[in-house]
């Protein structure tokens, strides 16, 4: 696609629930990222995927938050039992393998999870 | 203390005026140092990026890195409403191979009005 989709758009979940986030990246980026962004905060890194190498996970708040990506395209964001900390929107980017890959961002419009 | 501080505003100024929109930051390893805007329920989008201190020029825009004071700025003339958004300073460049990893201010929402 022309540039990084993201679903659903708006998701309402009641506290305790399992969510899936999906992000479908540009087609021929290899690297895939996903940042949360809460209200009065900014942008907070959680995962990262470069080609078949092993994610950087450092930056996931806590066990309940999970993240796959099948066939190095399509990338899953599943938090268990959520809480109403949760909440947030959860933003996908991807960017090109070549190059400085902090510059070649492209961002999905995000995940408005609401945990009631 | 926040690695990257950013007023939040909110900022509202009149068509025309000259903005200035700022980030200071704690960590001195970082060398990359950009400026997104984000439009209401959209994601960011790459403004302007600079590499280690200076100056770098684009139309209305100017980004100003001082990394002696981790200061950095970016300076919108001749401000448009269209120009309304959260605007958010983003830095990487750590090293240790996490050059891929931003680190964001919280962003400062501007209103432009007509």
């Known amino acids: 696609g022309a540039g990084v989709s993201q679903s659903p758009s708006n998701k309402v979940t009641e506290k305790g629930k399992d969510v899936e986030l999906r992000c479908d990246p540009i087609s021929g980026h290899t690297a895939l990222y996903w940042y949360r962004q809460s209200l009065g905060q900014g942008l907070e890194f959680l995962i990262y995927?470069?080609?078949?190498?092993?994610p950087d996970k450092s930056g996931l708040p806590s066990d309940r938050f999970s993240a796959e990506r099948t066939g190095g395209s399509v990338s899953t964001l599943t938090i268990q039992r959520t809480q109403q900390e949760d909440s947030a929107v959860y933003l996908c980017?991807?960017?090109?393998?070549w190059g400085q890959g902090a510059l070649g961002y492209t961002f999905g419009s995000g995940t408005r999870l609401t945990v009631v | 203390q926040k690695e990257v501080e950013q007023d939040p505003g909110p900022l509202s100024v009149p068509e025309g005026a000259i903005v200035s929109l700022n980030c200071t930051y704690s960590n001195s390893a970082f060398q990359y140092f950009m400026w997104y805007r984000q439009y209401s329920r959209k994601g960011p989008e790459l403004l302007m990026y600079?590499?280690?201190?200076g100056n770098k020029e684009d139309g209305r825009f100017t980004a100003q890195v001082d990394k002696s004071s981790k200061y950095i700025s970016l300076f919108i003339r001749d401000s448009q409403p269209s120009d309304s958004a959260t605007y958010l300073c983003a830095m990487s460049g750590e090293g240790g191979g996490s050059n891929y990893k931003l680190t964001f201010g919280k962003g400062t929402l501007l209103t432009v009005n007509p």
């Open positions: 980017a991807s960017s090109p393998s």
């Open positions: 995927f470069q080609g078949n190498s092993a």
């Open positions: 600079t590499y280690s201190s």
